[in-house]
């Protein structure tokens, strides 16, 4: 079966390494088909593409959009759509909107705990001024010796009801789906074992998803375990989804997963990319 990797970060959003980097390290790991997946952006799309093609690997183009759906945020990955498209880059650019003033309340909230300087902190490690994310602050934490590594932070700082957790209102989930339907993309359910659903929201969650337009699921991901990934190949199955696969990737200091570095989909399911065939680049 292909190694493909449809899920990763440049410092474009959270990630630490540059489109060039993934790409090569991409490359160097076996992958033959490849997407860049920053959260709510797409400007390192035409980067990817001309770095995939010295490297010799094919491409899709990518994107991970925030979504909040039933009280929760659920992230939306979509594939093959057309970068240069106007709907998409303004619906991405709303969604990005909110991010610097919510980063300086989370800055604020752990100030109250006796956390200063978190937002000159997290800028530090930003790479793009309007993609400031609870990653940034993580890596910020960490430097400071707050706490042992990331997952540490993320723990006791930045999730629900922790000092550092800013709730916050991303886009809808039609809207995601949209955006990236109308610009000739595929839509796709990124991680669902990653969000806290009761069984009736996450059969709400995919219910709506596809009629909406949504076309896939990640099976396989970095983010899953064996035993999830049985889980949503049925789900997947349940809901007639094509299947993706894809590592999540942002820094070789952080991630379990390496680029390219998963299990196959399991044999029934039918894969994103023999969905997008004419999108591949
Ligand atoms: P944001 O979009 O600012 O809410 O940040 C979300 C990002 O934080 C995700 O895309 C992950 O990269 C990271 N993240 C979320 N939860 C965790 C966790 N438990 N451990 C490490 N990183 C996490
Ligand atoms: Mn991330
Ligand atoms: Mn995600
Ligand atoms: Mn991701």
């Known amino acids: 079966m292909l190694n493909a990797d449809l899920h990763c970060h440049s410092t474009v959003s959270d990630g630490t390494l540059t489109p060039e980097a993934l790409a090569s390290r991409a490359r160097a790991n076996g992958v033959e088909l490849w997407a860049l997946t920053d959260h709510d952006e797409i400007g390192g799309q035409q980067r990817a593409l001309e770095a995939a093609r010295a490297?010799?690997?094919?491409y899709l183009t990518g994107t991970e959009i925030s979504v909040t759906f039933a009280g929760q945020t659920?992230?939306?990955?979509?594939?093959?759509?057309?970068?240069?498209?106007?709907?998409?880059?303004?619906?991405?650019?709303?969604?990005?909107?909110?991010r610097g003033e919510r980063a300086q309340e989370m800055s604020e909230g752990l100030a109250k705990v006796g956390i200063h300087g978190a937002y000159e902190g997290a800028?530090?490690?930003?790479?793009?001024?309007?993609?400031?994310?609870?990653?940034?602050?993580?890596?910020f934490l960490v430097e400071a010796g707050v706490c042992k590594d990331t997952p540490e932070v993320?723990?006791?700082?930045?999730?629900?009801?922790?000092?550092?957790?800013?709730?916050?209102?991303?886009?809808r989930l039609q809207e995601a789906v949209q955006w990236i339907v109308q610009a000739d993309?595929?839509?796709i359910i990124a991680h669902p074992a990653r969000y806290g659903f009761t069984p009736n929201e996450e059969y709400a969650l995919f219910s709506e998803f596809k009629a909406h337009g949504g076309r896939g699921v990640e099976v396989v991901t970095g983010s899953h375990s064996a035993q999830e990934a049985v889980r949503y190949?049925?789900?997947?199955?349940?809901?007639?989804?094509?299947?993706s696969r894809g590592s999540?990737?942002?820094s070789p200091d952080e991630s379990h997963t390496d680029l390219g570095a998963l299990p196959f989909l399991p044999g029934q399911l039918t894969p994103v990319w023999e969905l997008l065939a004419d999108r591949i680049q």
């Open 123 to 139: 800028l530090k490690y930003v790479g793009n001024p309007e993609l400031i994310s609870r990653t940034h602050f993580a890596r």
């Open 233 to 243: 190949a049925e789900t997947a199955l349940e809901f007639g989804l094509a299947a």
């Open 185 to 187: 993309g595929l839509a």
């Open 74 to 98: 659920v992230h939306i990955v979509g594939l093959g759509f057309d970068h240069r498209n106007a709907a998409l880059l303004e619906g991405l650019r709303r969604t990005r909107g909110g």
């Open 55 to 58: 490297e010799g690997m094919k």
């Open 248 to 250: 999540d990737f942002h």
């Open 154 to 171: 993320f723990r006791k700082y930045l999730t629900e009801g922790k000092p550092g957790f800013v709730p916050h209102r991303w886009a």
